[in-house]
Nanobody
Framework: QVQLVESGGGSVQAGGSLRLSCAASGYRFTRPCVGWFRQAPGKEREGVAAIYRPGASITSYADSVEGRFTISQASAKNTVYLQMNSLKPEDTAMYYC????????????????????WGQGTQVTVSS
């Protein structure tokens, strides 16, 4: 059974940083893709970053976080991180990680319906 567990959320002031972790277990993907998504109250879920993990990682970012957020994987490859710098109040949301078997060597999707497995989320609150 695939299990994804997020951690690292919290409350910070604008301009601060947080690093989210997504610990994965129980999957046997040969071409895993992992995405980070967020959902603020009253808004649709947004894919902010994704990584295609085999070999040299391929990443993709939403325009709203490009240059501020970095997705990466741990050397053990069972944990994916989202380093969030220069945080803004509009980054406030519940953050989720999700995983899927990618169809090949591709730029990883940030569309939520492409992902099969989801964590429970971790809250990020940025105050001005």
């Amino acid at each position: 059974q695939v299990q994804l567990v997020e951690s690292g959320g919290g409350s910070v002031q604008a301009g601060g940083s947080l690093r989210l972790s997504c610990a994965a277990s129980g999957y046997r993907f040969t071409r895993p893709c992992v995405g980070w998504f967020r959902q603020a109250p009253g808004k649709e879920r947004e894919g902010v970053a994704a990584i295609y993990r085999p070999g040299a990682s391929i990443t993709s970012y939403a325009d709203s976080v490009e240059g501020r957020f970095t997705i990466s994987q741990a050397s053990a490859k069972n944990t994916v991180y989202l380093q969030m710098n220069s945080l803004k109040p509009e980054d406030t949301a519940m953050y989720y990680c999700a995983a899927r078997e990618c169809p090949g060597t591709v730029v990883p999707s940030r569309r939520e319906y492409d992902y099969n497995y989801w964590g429970q989320g971790t809250q990020v609150t940025v105050s001005s």
